[in-house]
């Protein structure tokens, strides 16, 4: 066999394909398969992108080991993961790298779990019925089965694929006598593999029992039969369903997984949050049952490498996961939804810079699958696509059983503050609505999108404020103890912490710029909102919903649960508590602060306002009771949220893209954000010069090149930045431009983040 040249993504980020000779004497690489190559004084594992490709007219170093002789990784889901390096501007081995299981490049054998079971061979079995029958049964060394040995044996022969040594005892056997049966050739071990499933202790689902489909309204009925003859297509259709909260868009999900699944097709679900994968994957785990699997980062490695094997193997025919599922292995994928598409999660921030919503197109695209868009709130720019008849486009405007969505009253804090002639957190019209839902035994869900006790700690006296010495942001307060019987007021119980670095210290007594005691606090977190009720209502049963709160594996889920066993009254929390949840004995939603995203430097700041206040106030009066919403804010006349109050998305729509198309943002045009980080301010403000002028040089006229400028977040862990902004209506003219630029100025691409369609200006 003749050597072959093959192009090989290895996982360093900054690099291209690379170019590897195969010797004669090794196996003929495939497409995804693994093999090791040197670079530099090192060996690497990487996935091979293409066999027999040109020759680039230089030595080239040979492969050293082919790891697999079939594909590894499917063929189509490399050509996705290269797909996306080259529209997001990676490189392929960041790419891949999402796409992998656990220790994917390590080529461990010993990666799945395995354990020795027990069993009882023929001799064994016969040994037993001859002693069951009373005709003489000797045992090891020609002697009679002792009380111990008879019971072992026994306790191997109650389970036909064996026990482990755990379960022996549990049964009555010993593991005293297994060492004398084995040597008298009465029992075998044999070797097992063993999965770790994420379902079994309930951390990441409780699976209730099986439900049976329900009856559909006449709405739900026309959208699942147009979506359905989509699907029974076999051809690659893009779906934008708009559907208001509660309208019964996970009903139409679980049906068209069903209808996927007859036809031999597998369905991929993606949801925005991992607080969301227990609650969707527990209802696909109660109409397929255990063939339904889950792909997301809070999974243990070994669990996520278990379940990933499973979906490569074809055991599954749902898949539901957060944004990396939409690299799962699927060779049979015929449905694709993302749910809550309009979610920001969705968008990754950190290379590569990918959108799950966008890239799950690109997919169903290529495997001829129906994607369905869910969101009672969709982006701009799906809506966008859908108008453009990009997208079919299909409505749910009434609500299940004709329930009526909540009643939305906004509360003027500037008014609340005059009056109470200070600071106010809890308005009086929610603390009376709150009270009136504990008399009456129901439940209340309080929103504040910021997370921590205080947004900062001022002097009074000069001003300063405490700062994080590497980011440029002030430090946030926390409380280390909260919950019932902790005092707000102990400042030994708190830290001051940076939500970009973790950066933490001690709150000090006194300023430490001029030595005044007069340090106050500035600005309110989840933490603060949670203390002012407790001490409000002091037998309210509260838990609070937030980063700092559900940081270990499991915990929530279990809160969670609990509020839906109704041991809780109020959930208070950030974004986290927003998105498609479903409590039917929700009937009132607070939103503390309105305005918190509002005075962000970001164009999307308004979409993203009205998104938040329309779904959280979709979470009351999910049951049979009506609903209400109470906004606290500084601007009820602003147009985020006076529309929001009506829940009128056309008319949000309407206004916010005259602003954009005035305004040249997306959808109008396409946008690429280039960050340039240096040790200075200097250094990283001329590097932003030198590529911003290198960019402008290869792009041409038909891209505006805005900037460079100090970033909003000038210095993060330690770097400054400054940035310039791309905009056009060619995103490969672009790219090219970028990466021209780039290649041109090596030590800026070391130093350069590249963001493609950004959601955030930061």
Request: hydrophobic share 45%; glycine share 8%.
């Amino acid at each position: 066999m003749s050597a072959c040249l093959v192009a090989v993504a290895v996982p360093v980020p900054s690099l291209g394909r690379l170019t590897y000779r195969v010797p004669a004497d090794l196996p003929r690489p495939v497409v995804g398969a693994r093999v090791t190559v040197p670079l530099g004084s090192r060996h690497l594992t990487g996935i091979v992108l293409a066999v027999d490709v040109g020759d680039e007219g230089h030595a080239l170093k040979d492969v050293t080991a082919v790891l697999d002789t079939d594909a590894f990784l499917p063929p189509d889901v490399v050509a996705l993961a290269v797909w996306v390096a080259d529209y997001y501007l990676a490189g392929p081995g960041a790419a891949l790298s999402v796409a992998l299981p656990p220790h994917g490049l390590t080529g461990r054998t010993d990666a799945f779990k395995t354990a020795r079971r027990l069993s009882v061979t023929p001799a064994g079995l016969d040994l037993l019925a001859a002693d069951e029958a009373g005709t003489g049964a000797l045992g090891p060394g020609g002697r009679a089965l002792s009380d111990v040995q008879r019971q072992t044996l026994r306790a191997a022969a109650s389970v036909p694929d064996g026990v482990s040594t755990a379960e022996l005892e549990t049964r009555g056997g010993s593991r005293s006598a297994v060492a004398r049966l084995r040597a008298a050739g009465l029992l075998s071990v044999r070797t097992v593999r063993v999965e770790r499933d994420p379902f079994v202790d309930g951390r990441h689902a409780s699976v209730p029992a099986a439900t049976s489909p329900r009856v559909l309204t006449d709405e739900q009925a026309s959208a699942f039969d147009a979506m359905a003859a989509w699907l029974d297509a076999r051809e690659f259709t893009p779906v934008l369903l708009h559907g208001v909260t509660g309208s019964g868009k996970t009903e139409l999900y679980l049906r068209l997984a069903e209808r996927a699944r007859a036809a031999g097709r597998q369905a991929l679900v993606l949801v925005p949050e991992i607080a969301l994968t227990p609650q969707v994957a527990a209802l696909f785990r109660s109409r397929f049952g255990d063939r339904v699997a889950i792909q997301h980062s809070a999974l243990a490695d070994g669990e996520r490498h278990d379940q990933w094997h499973r979906i490569r193997a074809g055991e599954v025919d749902v898949v539901v996961g957060t944004r990396s599922a939409v690299f799962a292995p699927c060779a049979r994928l015929g449905l694709i939804i993302v749910d809550e598409e309009h979610d920001s999660s969705y968008k990754q921030d950190e290379t590569p810079r990918y959108h799950g919503r966008d890239v799950a197109v690109v997919r169903a695209r290529t495997a001829g699958a129906l994607v369905v868009l869910g969101s009672a709130t969709p982006s701009l720019e799906s809506y966008a696509n859908a108008r453009a008849g990009r997208y079919q486009l299909v409505r749910l405007a009434r609500r299940v059983l004709d329930r009526p969505m909540a009643d939305v009253r906004l509360v003027s804090m500037r008014e609340e503050m005059a009056e109470a002639g200070g600071e106010v957190i809890v308005s009086r019209a929610l603390r009376e609505a709150l009270q009136q839902r504990l008399d009456r035994r129901e439940q209340a869900m309080i929103l504040l999108n910021r997370r921590g006790y205080a947004a900062a700690m001022l002097c009074r006296q000069c001003g300063h404020s405490l700062e994080c010495p590497q980011c440029s942001v002030s430090l946030a307060i926390h409380r280390r103890r909260s919950g019932p019987g902790a005092s707000p007021d102990d400042r030994r119980h708190w830290a001051a912490r940076c939500h970009y670095c973790n950066h933490a210290r001690g709150v000090p007594s006194a300023c430490p710029q001029c030595a005044a005691p007069y340090l106050e606090h500035v600005g309110i977190g989840t933490d603060r909102v949670e203390a002012e009720l407790r001490a409000q209502f002091p037998d309210i049963r509260m838990a609070r919903v937030d980063r700092d709160t559900v940081r270990r594996r499991g915990s929530l889920v279990r809160l969670l649960e609990r509020f839906a066993r109704r041991e809780l009254d109020v959930l208070v929390g950030t974004q986290m508590i927003a998105k498609g949840h479903d409590f039917p004995d929700v009937t009132l939603v607070g939103v503390i602060s309105a305005d918190v995203g509002l005075g962000l430097a970001d164009f999307r700041a308004a979409e993203r306002t009205f998104q938040l206040l329309t779904q959280v106030a979709g979470r009351a009066g999910r049951g049979e009771r009506r609903g209400e919403a109470i906004i606290q804010t500084l601007f009820p006349t602003h147009y985020s949220i006076t529309l929001a109050r009506t829940h009128d998305y056309e008319a949000f729509y309407d206004k916010e893209v005259a602003y954009r198309h005035a305004m040249r943002y997306p959808p109008q045009v396409a946008m690429v954000n280039v960050v340039v980080k240096g040790r200075t301010y200097d250094a990283a403000m001329q590097g932003a010069q030198d590529l911003a002028a290198a960019v402008r040089t290869e792009a041409g006229p038909a891209v505006t090149v805005m900037g460079p400028a100090p970033a909003p977040l000038a210095r993060l862990r330690g770097d400054y930045r400054a940035q310039f902004f791309l905009k056009g209506t060619h995103r490969p003219s672009m790219g090219q431009a970028l990466r021209r630029a780039l290649e041109a100025h090596p030590d800026l691409a070391r130093r350069a983040t590249l963001d493609v369609d950004p959601l955030t200006m930061l």
